[in-house]
Protein backbone atom coordinates (compact mmCIF):
# COMPACT_ATOMS: atom_id res chain seq x y z
CA UNK A 1 0.00 0.00 0.00
CA UNK A 2 1.15 3.40 -0.66
CA UNK A 3 1.75 5.59 2.21
CA UNK A 4 3.68 8.67 3.29
CA UNK A 5 4.29 9.00 7.08
CA UNK A 6 5.75 11.62 8.79
CA UNK A 7 7.47 12.46 11.92
CA UNK A 8 7.45 13.90 14.78
CA UNK A 9 3.42 15.17 14.61
CA UNK A 10 4.41 18.49 16.05
CA UNK A 11 7.83 19.76 17.80
CA UNK A 12 8.28 23.06 19.24
CA UNK A 13 11.42 24.60 19.32
CA UNK A 14 13.18 27.63 20.33
CA UNK A 15 14.17 30.75 17.65
CA UNK A 16 17.44 29.76 16.06
CA UNK A 17 17.75 26.32 16.31
CA UNK A 18 18.09 23.66 14.00
CA UNK A 19 15.94 21.00 13.39
CA UNK A 20 15.02 18.01 10.91
CA UNK A 21 12.02 16.56 10.18
CA UNK A 22 11.41 13.01 8.57
CA UNK A 23 9.79 11.71 6.02
CA UNK A 24 9.32 7.57 5.15
CA UNK A 25 7.50 6.43 2.36
CA UNK A 26 6.39 3.23 0.83
CA UNK A 27 5.45 4.65 -2.11
CA UNK A 28 6.08 2.78 -5.82
CA UNK A 29 7.31 3.45 -8.79
CA UNK A 30 8.65 6.70 -7.27
CA UNK A 31 8.83 9.33 -9.41
CA UNK A 32 9.73 12.49 -6.85
CA UNK A 33 9.28 13.99 -3.29
CA UNK A 34 8.82 17.57 -2.43
CA UNK A 35 8.79 19.22 0.75
CA UNK A 36 6.17 21.77 1.16
CA UNK A 37 5.80 24.64 3.79
CA UNK A 38 2.26 25.70 4.85
CA UNK A 39 1.19 28.40 6.83
CA UNK A 40 -1.77 28.49 8.87
CA UNK A 41 -4.96 29.63 7.14
CA UNK A 42 -3.02 29.07 3.31
CA UNK A 43 -2.25 27.27 0.94
CA UNK A 44 0.69 24.86 0.43
CA UNK A 45 3.96 26.04 -0.77
CA UNK A 46 7.07 24.08 -2.30
CA UNK A 47 9.91 24.21 -0.84
CA UNK A 48 12.25 21.57 -2.91
CA UNK A 49 11.70 18.74 -4.87
CA UNK A 50 13.85 15.57 -5.10
CA UNK A 51 14.36 12.61 -7.56
CA UNK A 52 15.50 9.31 -7.70
CA UNK A 53 18.90 10.72 -8.58
CA UNK A 54 19.48 13.61 -5.57
CA UNK A 55 20.35 12.56 -2.20
CA UNK A 56 20.42 16.79 -1.15
CA UNK A 57 18.94 19.67 -2.20
CA UNK A 58 18.78 23.21 -0.02
CA UNK A 59 16.52 25.76 -0.39
CA UNK A 60 18.52 29.01 1.66
CA UNK A 61 18.17 27.54 5.07
CA UNK A 62 15.99 24.35 4.21
CA UNK A 63 17.87 21.51 3.05
CA UNK A 64 16.49 17.85 2.36
CA UNK A 65 18.15 14.63 1.89
CA UNK A 66 16.54 11.61 -0.18
CA UNK A 67 17.65 8.02 0.29
CA UNK A 68 15.57 6.20 -2.08
CA UNK A 69 17.02 2.73 -1.13
CA UNK A 70 15.53 3.02 2.32
CA UNK A 71 12.53 5.23 1.06
CA UNK A 72 13.33 7.99 3.71
CA UNK A 73 13.82 11.59 3.14
CA UNK A 74 14.19 14.68 5.81
CA UNK A 75 14.13 18.33 5.86
CA UNK A 76 16.51 20.13 7.77
CA UNK A 77 16.34 23.54 9.21
CA UNK A 78 19.20 25.81 9.83
CA UNK A 79 18.76 28.30 12.32
CA UNK A 80 15.04 28.59 13.10
CA UNK A 81 12.95 31.79 12.66
CA UNK A 82 9.54 32.28 13.99
CA UNK A 83 8.17 32.67 10.50
CA UNK A 84 9.23 29.31 9.96
CA UNK A 85 6.19 27.76 12.50
CA UNK A 86 4.09 25.95 9.92
CA UNK A 87 3.41 22.99 8.84
CA UNK A 88 5.63 20.96 6.43
CA UNK A 89 4.07 18.43 4.40
CA UNK A 90 5.81 15.49 2.14
CA UNK A 91 4.74 14.30 -1.02
CA UNK A 92 5.30 11.62 -3.04
CA UNK A 93 4.63 11.27 -6.48
CA UNK A 94 4.40 8.17 -8.74
CA UNK A 95 5.86 7.08 -11.88
CA UNK A 96 2.25 5.56 -13.22
CA UNK A 97 -0.77 7.91 -13.33
CA UNK A 98 -0.45 10.95 -11.83
CA UNK A 99 -0.83 10.23 -8.76
CA UNK A 100 0.30 12.21 -5.54
CA UNK A 101 0.51 10.82 -1.66
CA UNK A 102 1.00 13.13 1.02
CA UNK A 103 2.22 13.02 4.09
CA UNK A 104 -0.06 13.98 7.09
CA UNK A 105 2.83 16.78 7.82
CA UNK A 106 4.71 17.91 10.89
CA UNK A 107 3.12 20.90 13.08
CA UNK A 108 6.50 23.34 13.48
CA UNK A 109 6.01 26.09 16.08
CA UNK A 110 9.20 27.90 17.10
CA UNK A 111 9.05 30.13 19.83
CA UNK A 112 10.99 33.21 20.93
CA UNK B 1 3.12 34.71 -14.02
CA UNK B 2 0.46 32.24 -13.31
CA UNK B 3 -2.05 33.40 -10.20
CA UNK B 4 -4.74 30.83 -8.59
CA UNK B 5 -8.08 31.96 -6.97
CA UNK B 6 -10.12 30.43 -4.58
CA UNK B 7 -13.48 32.06 -3.25
CA UNK B 8 -15.00 32.34 -0.75
CA UNK B 9 -12.11 32.57 2.11
CA UNK B 10 -14.40 31.66 4.68
CA UNK B 11 -18.02 29.90 4.46
CA UNK B 12 -20.44 28.85 7.23
CA UNK B 13 -23.25 26.83 6.02
CA UNK B 14 -25.99 25.02 7.59
CA UNK B 15 -26.32 21.43 7.32
CA UNK B 16 -28.71 20.05 4.33
CA UNK B 17 -27.86 23.68 2.19
CA UNK B 18 -25.90 23.53 -1.06
CA UNK B 19 -22.33 24.68 -1.61
CA UNK B 20 -20.49 26.12 -4.36
CA UNK B 21 -16.67 27.22 -4.21
CA UNK B 22 -15.05 28.32 -7.15
CA UNK B 23 -11.32 27.64 -8.22
CA UNK B 24 -10.03 30.17 -11.32
CA UNK B 25 -6.28 29.98 -12.67
CA UNK B 26 -4.53 32.81 -14.56
CA UNK B 27 -1.30 32.98 -16.95
CA UNK B 28 -1.53 29.30 -18.29
CA UNK B 29 -3.50 26.93 -19.93
CA UNK B 30 -5.00 23.23 -20.23
CA UNK B 31 -3.62 23.22 -16.61
CA UNK B 32 -4.10 20.04 -14.62
CA UNK B 33 -6.98 21.09 -11.54
CA UNK B 34 -7.21 19.40 -7.80
CA UNK B 35 -9.66 19.93 -5.49
CA UNK B 36 -8.35 18.41 -2.14
CA UNK B 37 -10.09 18.66 1.18
CA UNK B 38 -7.93 19.08 4.73
CA UNK B 39 -9.33 18.04 8.18
CA UNK B 40 -8.09 19.03 11.57
CA UNK B 41 -5.27 17.22 11.81
CA UNK B 42 -5.21 15.40 8.76
CA UNK B 43 -3.37 15.07 5.92
CA UNK B 44 -4.61 16.46 2.14
CA UNK B 45 -7.24 14.00 0.82
CA UNK B 46 -7.48 14.25 -2.79
CA UNK B 47 -11.24 14.82 -3.82
CA UNK B 48 -11.28 15.46 -7.73
CA UNK B 49 -8.75 15.95 -10.54
CA UNK B 50 -9.55 17.14 -13.69
CA UNK B 51 -6.80 17.45 -17.36
CA UNK B 52 -9.44 19.13 -19.42
CA UNK B 53 -12.68 20.74 -20.09
CA UNK B 54 -15.64 18.82 -18.79
CA UNK B 55 -13.23 15.71 -17.34
CA UNK B 56 -13.14 14.54 -13.97
CA UNK B 57 -12.28 12.42 -11.96
CA UNK B 58 -13.68 11.26 -8.52
CA UNK B 59 -11.38 9.32 -6.09
CA UNK B 60 -13.47 9.09 -3.50
CA UNK B 61 -17.26 8.33 -2.97
CA UNK B 62 -18.81 11.51 -1.17
CA UNK B 63 -21.46 14.07 -1.13
CA UNK B 64 -19.62 16.25 -3.09
CA UNK B 65 -19.06 16.78 -6.77
CA UNK B 66 -16.82 18.81 -9.83
CA UNK B 67 -17.34 20.72 -12.75
CA UNK B 68 -15.15 22.08 -15.29
CA UNK B 69 -16.79 24.65 -17.36
CA UNK B 70 -13.72 26.37 -18.73
CA UNK B 71 -10.38 25.73 -18.77
CA UNK B 72 -9.41 27.53 -15.82
CA UNK B 73 -12.38 27.14 -13.68
CA UNK B 74 -13.07 24.25 -11.37
CA UNK B 75 -16.42 24.42 -8.90
CA UNK B 76 -16.56 21.83 -6.13
CA UNK B 77 -20.67 21.70 -5.42
CA UNK B 78 -22.51 20.19 -2.79
CA UNK B 79 -26.41 19.53 -3.13
CA UNK B 80 -26.67 18.99 0.75
CA UNK B 81 -24.06 19.12 3.12
CA UNK B 82 -22.96 17.56 5.88
CA UNK B 83 -21.34 17.86 9.03
CA UNK B 84 -18.58 15.70 7.98
CA UNK B 85 -18.24 17.95 4.54
CA UNK B 86 -16.40 20.71 7.34
CA UNK B 87 -12.54 21.11 6.81
CA UNK B 88 -10.23 23.12 4.66
CA UNK B 89 -10.56 23.11 0.78
CA UNK B 90 -7.66 23.56 -1.39
CA UNK B 91 -7.34 23.88 -5.13
CA UNK B 92 -4.38 23.45 -6.99
CA UNK B 93 -3.11 23.18 -10.65
CA UNK B 94 0.08 21.91 -12.53
CA UNK B 95 1.46 21.78 -15.59
CA UNK B 96 1.49 18.17 -17.21
CA UNK B 97 5.50 17.72 -17.10
CA UNK B 98 7.95 19.63 -15.01
CA UNK B 99 7.73 17.42 -11.96
CA UNK B 100 4.25 18.04 -11.58
CA UNK B 101 4.47 20.69 -8.71
CA UNK B 102 1.44 21.04 -7.85
CA UNK B 103 0.53 25.48 -7.02
CA UNK B 104 -1.93 25.71 -4.25
CA UNK B 105 -4.58 28.07 -3.84
CA UNK B 106 -5.38 30.18 -0.57
CA UNK B 107 -7.95 27.78 0.26
CA UNK B 108 -11.65 27.92 1.74
CA UNK B 109 -12.62 27.46 5.05
CA UNK B 110 -16.15 25.75 5.19
CA UNK B 111 -18.10 25.63 8.59
CA UNK B 112 -21.05 23.07 8.40
CA UNK B 113 -23.57 23.43 11.62
Known amino acids: KNQVEQSPQSLIILEGKNCTLQCNYTVSPFSNLRWYKQDTGRGPVSLTIMTFSENTKSNGRYTATLDADTKQSSLHITASQLSDSASYIC???????????FGTGTSLTVIP | SQTIHQWPATLVQPVGSPLSLECTVEGTSNPNLYWYRQAAGRGLQLLFY??????ISSEVPQNLSASRPQDRQFILSSKKLLLSDSGFYLC????????????FGPGTRLTVL
Open chain 2, 92 to 103: AWSRLNRGNEQF
Open chain 1, 91 to 101: VVRTNTGNQFY
Open chain 2, 50 to 55: SVGIGQ
